[in-house]
């Protein structure tokens, strides 16, 4: 599964879902897809998205919060899925592009699940129930609208191409962090958790 595909047809599920992005071309590709609204915060370091959805999630629970993640994100701070486990915040999604490398950096620099680690694995064994490995657009396109709208809290392990030069078709660059996260903290603050 190509990653920009992917991140095309889960910008299609999204609506105005808010969504923390990690940082590299994914991020560029889902602000080329969903544009200058201010419901996606962009480009966290590695690795803050998912634990500030966590977060944001338990924070306002009447509102569904996405995380999408790289696999190298993620996993420098994998004790993360042990609290979604223990707090189990229903309303959080969290998206793992797993194209097992970091790839942004170039797609030879293999990340652990290269030799062997399995993401939704761990998930599972940190005790979160709704995991779910997608390895085609067809699964993919099966479980997002659920993983987006019933109770999780959700993992889903997207597996990916690892792909370090930028689409084509995504010829923006990243978008502005600190006028996103003004933005995006607005945004919140306007739609008071719901
Ligand atoms: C704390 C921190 N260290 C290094 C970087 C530089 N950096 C940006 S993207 C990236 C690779 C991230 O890998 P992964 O999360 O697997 O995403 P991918 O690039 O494969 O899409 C790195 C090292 C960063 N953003 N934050």
């Not at 978008?175 to 945004?187: C, H, Y």
Request: charged share 20%; aromatic share 6%.
């Amino acid at each position: 599964m190509k990653r920009p595909d992917f991140i095309e047809l889960f910008a299609r599920h999204r609506g105005d879902i808010p969504t923390i992005t990690g940082p590299g071309l994914m991020t560029r590709e889902l602000f080329a897809v969903t544009g200058d609204g201010d419901t996606v915060l962009y480009n966290m370091e590695m690795p803050y998205a998912t634990p500030m959805c966590m977060g944001l999630a338990m924070a306002r629970p009447q509102q569904r919060i996405v995380a999408l993640e790289g696999d190298g994100s993620l996993i420098m701070a994998l004790g993360v899925l042990t609290t979604i486990a223990r707090y189990h915040p229903e309303n959080l999604t969290l998206i793992v592009l797993d194209n097992e490398s970091y790839s942004t950096f170039g797609a030879d620099m293999v990340s652990a699940t290269a030799t062997g680690v399995d993401l939704a694995a761990v998930a599972r064994g940190c005790g979160i129930e709704k995991v779910v490995t997608v390895t085609t657009l067809d699964q993919a396109e099966q479980v997002m609208g659920p993983a987006l709208k019933e109770p999780g809290p959700w993992v889903i392990v997207a597996k990916v191409d690892s792909q370090s030069e930028p689409d084509p078709r995504f010829v923006r660059n990243s978008p502005d962090v600190t006028e996103q996260s003004l933005d995006f903290s607005r945004m919140l603050r306007r739609s008071n958790g719901q």
